[in-house]
């Protein structure tokens, strides 16, 4: 008999499917008009930026919550390092560009600690895994309704890491399943 439901490779087909259709419409031809002139962008440096830094504050709590349910359930935690290290390299992928002449300018503050997550770790592993789960989701649908107003590179950075956010949500479910209680 054959299996029905959603299978794991099945949900990651889908997710690549659709990260690499957002690539591609971001990748499209002339943006100039029968004018000859550019339109203008939807979002100005200033709006990119305020993008990119609440991004990297969401992706910090993230992280943050991570390291919650790890310290409270060390059974979980050597499957939710993968998931924390990819995290972390998206705020890293994220971050606002440094100023060229200002090396300091626009990187992550290394001295300030990341803002604690709100709400405490429930005591049963599997649900604080799923909440990690719901975390990752939410996570991804705000990548998806942020790509509206980010201009075409940083729309494709968004959708590729929502597509991932996606994909730690799933393999995050699958996790809290096989979670002893």
Known sequence: M?????????????????????????????????????????????????????????????????????????????????LRAAVAEHGQALAPPRAKDD????????????????????ADPKAAVRELAAAERRRADGYGEALLAAGPELARLLASVAAAAAAHAYLLTELAEETAV
Request: with cysteine; proline share 9%; hydrophobic share 40%.
């Open 2 to 82: 054959r299996r029905t439901g959603t299978t794991r490779r099945g949900a990651l087909t889908a997710t690549g499917a659709l990260a690499l259709g957002a690539v591609l419409t971001g990748c499209g031809g002339d943006d100039e008009g029968a004018g000859g002139k550019r339109p203008a962008r939807a979002a100005t440096a200033k709006a990119e930026k305020a993008l990119r830094e609440k991004a990297v504050r969401d992706g910090a709590l993230l992280l943050a919550r991570y390291d919650l349910v790890a310290e409270a359930h060390p059974a979980t935690a050597a499957g939710l390092e993968p």
């Open 103 to 122: 090396p300091k300018k626009g990187a992550p503050k290394g001295d300030e600690a990341p803002p604690a997550p709100a709400g405490p770790v429930s």
